[in-house]
Structures are given as structure tokens and as C-alpha cells.
């Protein structure tokens, strides 16, 4: 049994292609796997965050794990800044780590690029994440494209704290998912869709209503010839409708092109809509009894115990190796 680990920050509700390409894929895992689900509201605070909004993100975000199916009986689901052990590793590899690599971190290029006044949070993210991650003797991590450079620095930082202290970091494997794992903005369909994206209508969140999905959907950006294809290149917008629409409804793209053959854009588009709604549905309706319950603070509250023991454990390994506190016997 491989152990998974992954976080998602709070910074806003999750869209339908965080459910398709993540969540979705972590109710499966978590049948065969010993999955750790982190809510990594450290992360978040690299830029200025309204508290109150941060701890509303934190709740609605675990009540999203659990109503996707995320069973608590079967993975650890917790938040991050309640395992004190993530700071204090993460300070670790933050030594560990080298300025130079941290600066060659696209990530941190293009969010710190012609700004002033930048977090050296947004530098030290990186190993941050690491600590994240090597704490739970991690096997394999399920990442996005956009995760592949952070994840490839933890390898790095795992192997050279092994090489100089001692042997007691698993290098984790970088897992990217096939199906689902790349859906696309409404608006800019060769941008990946992005809950922070200022433009509303370039995303589906989770927690839409009915009327809000049929109108992002119908709004969505496609093309003139009219014909349901899939084609990443020359038809961008259609080609991401169709990953949608066959991620939520379980038919293949071939058989959806099939189905569209000398039909509109308008039927196909209001298809898409009700496929989705259908997806979300029931997921909605468990996250709405979820939210506001004694039951989602009890699952926390286990899921903080459960992780404090084993990254204790951890933490006690990377201390000893470092030579760093006392020597007890």
C-alpha cells in the first residue's frame, strides 16, 4: 500500500476542473492507497488574506473533500497550520534548500514579476511544500502540470538531506492524472481554469447553482464551423467541452462526437450544462448538510490527531539527524 499525499489551499471554492481532475481521482485512490488530504492554509498566506474569509475557505474546503466521498474512516483529512510539525520541517528544508533554485521556480517568476513588496513566503513556498510532503514518508504525490517543477525540487531536497544527514526521507514519485487533469478556462480555453482568475465566467465552481453552470456553459468561448470535434489545436473550446462533458458523464469523446454529428453548438452546449449539473448535484446536497455540522469539526479534529502522531514521529527522525535539541535517552 503506497502512501498518498496531497494539499489544496483555501483560496477560494474549487471548480469543476479541481473536482475532474483531483477530487474525483482521490475517492479512487483512497480505496487502495493510505491518503493524507491536507488543507494547506499556510500556503495561502504567502499573499494577504481577510481572516475571516481564509477560515470560511478552510471549512467550505473539507466539507468539499468529504461531500465529493472522501470517507474520514479511510484516509487522514486535516488542516495544515493544526500539525505544527509542517512549519517546523518546513524551516528545515528551507536550509536545506539553495536561493538560486527557489528563484528558478516559474511559479515564483511570474507571481513575483513587477511587483513590489513581495512575500518572502512566495520564495520559501517551495520548501514549505516539501515539508508537506516528507513528513508522511510519502510515496507518490497526484499533481497538476503546474505542481511538476515543486514536486521535482522535493525530490531534490529529499535526496540531498539524505545524502548529508541521514537515509530517512522516501522520495516521492510525481503522479500526473490522465483523465480529467486538464480542463480548461470558458473564456480562454488554451489557459488552465483557475479559481483565482478575476473573470467569473472562466470557471465552473462546485458550489454554482443550476442557472449559473447553463449560463457559464452557454457563454463558453468555442468556434464558428459548428461541428463537435475534438480537436486541441484548432478547436480549443470544443475540445475542453467535450473533456467536461465526458469526465461527468462517463461516455467516451468518440461517442460524444458521434452523438453531435450534424447537430448545433446549442444543443451540444446545453448537454454539456445538465451533465455537469447532474455531476454536482449530490455533491452539493452532502456539502450543504456538511457545512455548518459538529460532524465535519469532529472528523478535523481526528484528522489533526492522526497526523500530529506521524509527523511527530518524523520530526523527532529529522531532529536527531541534525543534531538539533538535546539527546535524550
Not at 450544462?273 to 457545512?291: D, M, S
Request: aromatic share 6%.
Amino acid at each position: 500500500m503506497s502512501v498518498i499525499f496531497s494539499g489544496i489551499q483555501p483560496s477560494g471554492t474549487l471548480t469543476i476542473g479541481n473536482y475532474l481532475g483531483a477530487l474525483k481521482n482521490f475517492v479512487t485512490l483512497q480505496e487502495e492507497h493510505d491518503c493524507l488530504f491536507c488543507i494547506v492554509d499556510q500556503h495561502a498566506i504567502t499573499v494577504t488574506q481577510d481572516r475571516l474569509e481564509l477560515r470560511k475557505n478552510i471549512r467550505s474546503l473539507a466539507a468539499l473533500y468529504l461531500a465529493v466521498g472522501i470517507d474520514p474512516e479511510k484516509v487522514i483529512l486535516f488542516i495544515q497550520s493544526e500539525v505544527p510539525a509542517h512549519a517546523q520541517l518546513g524551516w528545515v528544508m528551507q536550509c536545506v534548500a539553495h536561493v538560486g533554485e527557489l528563484e528558478r521556480m516559474t511559479q515564483y517568476k511570474d507571481k513575483s514579476s513587477g511587483k513590489d513588496g513581495v512575500s518572502a513566503g512566495l520564495l520559501t513556498y517551495p520548501p514549505l511544500m516539501a515539508a508537506d510532503i516528507l513528513l508522511y514518508n510519502t510515496d507518490i504525490v497526484p499533481v497538476g502540470d503546474d505542481q511538476k517543477q515543486h514536486l521535482e525540487l522535493t525530490r531534490d531536497l529529499a535526496e540531498r538531506f539524505n545524502r548529508k544527514h541521514n537515509d530517512i526521507f522516501t522520495v516521492p514519485e510525481v503522479f500526473i492524472p490522465k483523465v480529467g487533469a486538464r480542463i480548461k478556462s470558458l473564456v480562454e480555453p488554451t489557459k488552465k481554469m483557475s479559481k483565482s482568475d478575476d473573470n467569473k465566467k472562466s470557471f465552473i465552481s462546485m458550489l454554482d447553482d443550476e442557472k449559473t453552470i447553463m449560463k457559464k456553459i452557454k457563454s463558453a468561448q468555442t468556434d464558428s464551423d459548428g461541428i463537435v470535434k475534438f480537436d486541441v489545436e484548432n478547436k480549443p473550446g470544443i475540445s475542453n467541452l467535450l473533456t467536461i462533458y465526458s469526465a461527468c458523464s462517463g461516455k467516451s469523446i468518440e461517442e460524444l462526437e458521434q452523438l453531435y454529428v450534424g447537430k448545433g453548438y446549442g444543443d451540444f452546449k446545453n448537454d454539456v450544462a445538465e451533465a455537469v449539473i447532474a455531476e454536482l448535484k449530490p455533491v452539493q446536497e452532502r456539502y450543504n448538510t456538511l457545512i455548518n455540522s459538529d460532524e465535519l469539526d469532529r472528523i478535523l479534529d481526528a484528522g489533526a490527531e492522526k497526523a500530529n502522531r506521524r509527523a511527530y514521529k518524523m520530526m523527532k527522525k529529522v531532529e536527531k539527524a541534525m543534531g538539533l535539541g538535546r539527546n535524550r535517552k
